[in-house]
């Protein structure tokens, strides 16, 4: 993999973890495999997370982050990727602000953080955001030492029923109210990044055993929500966890897609309140999708056409 004629200067590099709920649907795998063919992204691992409040029954209950670890190790192998270290989060969400789950992903968040390395550390948070609440709770100093991209929220400026959020609440406000910066892709920003089952068809069925497969899990479980008459919408789909590899492919001068604004509260119907100020995060409001996407295309074609 990483089948270029260029390379990325080791100064210009970034450290970065994945999270993902891998197997709660379709696009998380395409995100993967974007990070994975990405040259500035030195990958230190992977951790599987938890999507119990969105089984819809496929998997034992408490049992989503063991499926999602299933399906990390299924594309590390289609891609040939193995040598990357895969870890297990939470199953569960938290019980309250104060008392962290411990896990191996968690612990991973924590010790990665604490290492000496002049490069930047980011993790992408593709789902639940559990685990790394875990890790700040279990060492608060890591909010110092990395940047968090998470995917998830309603939209501002009155937030809402959004799928990542309502995973655990709980430790979307551990992390609202923390100091490590947070680059937030809300609802709508992550539903740009829409593509269709024909395009997907000719840029990425075509590319090796991932390709296929990265299209036909999508057209599988397409068929098996047939009967969901609101989503997935028959002959489209979002792949919206890509706005964690946009956000780090944008160049940095760019400033007119995102706003820094005060964090705000979340309350228990998703909606958002007022914060208690100084505390800013980056809140997106539009990305870079032509770029992101035709970036994933050219890369999955270069690695595995």
Request: net charge negative; charged share 30%; hydrophobic share 40%.
């Amino acid at each position: 993999m990483r089948n270029y004629t260029y390379r990325v200067p080791n100064e210009k590099k970034i450290r970065y973890i994945i999270h993902t709920d891998c197997k709660n649907e379709a696009d998380d795998q395409f995100t993967v495999i974007h990070a994975l063919m990405t040259d500035k992204l030195d990958i230190r691992g992977i951790i599987a997370g938890h999507f119990d409040r969105g089984n819809r029954g496929r998997f034992p209950e408490h049992a989503t982050a063991d499926a999602s670890y299933a399906e990390i190790e299924k594309l590390l192998r289609l891609s040939g990727a193995e040598g990357v270290p895969v870890w297990m989060g939470s199953n569960l969400p938290l019980r309250d602000k104060h008392t962290p789950i411990e896990s191996e992903g968690a612990r991973r968040i924590i010790e990665e953080a604490m290492r000496e390395d002049e490069r930047p550390l980011y993790i992408g948070m593709q789902g639940a955001i559990t685990d790394l609440a875990c890790a700040l709770l279990m060492e608060p100093r890591i909010a110092g030492r990395m940047t968090c991209i998470w995917i998830g929220g309603g939209d501002y400026p009155d937030g809402g029923e959004e799928f990542n959020l309502s995973q655990d609440i709980l430790a979307a406000r551990v992390v609202f109210a923390s100091e490590m910066p947070l680059w937030q892709v809300p609802k709508s920003v992550y539903k740009q990044f829409a593509v269709s089952l024909a395009e997907l068809e000719v840029k990425v069925r075509p590319c090796g055993e991932i390709g296929r497969y990265l299209y036909e899990q999508m057209l599988d479980l397409n068929q098996a929500l047939a009967q969901n008459r609101t989503w997935p919408h028959g002959e489209t789909w979002g792949l919206g966890d890509e706005g964690c590899i946009c956000a780090l492919l944008e160049e940095a001068e760019r400033k007119d897609g995102y706003t820094l604004m005060d964090a705000p509260l979340i309350l228990d119907d998703m909606r958002y309140a007022p914060g208690r100020g100084g505390r800013k995060i980056r809140v997106y409001h539009r990305m870079d999708v032509r770029l992101d996407l035709e970036d994933f295309f050219a890369k999955l074609q270069l690695n595995f056409r």
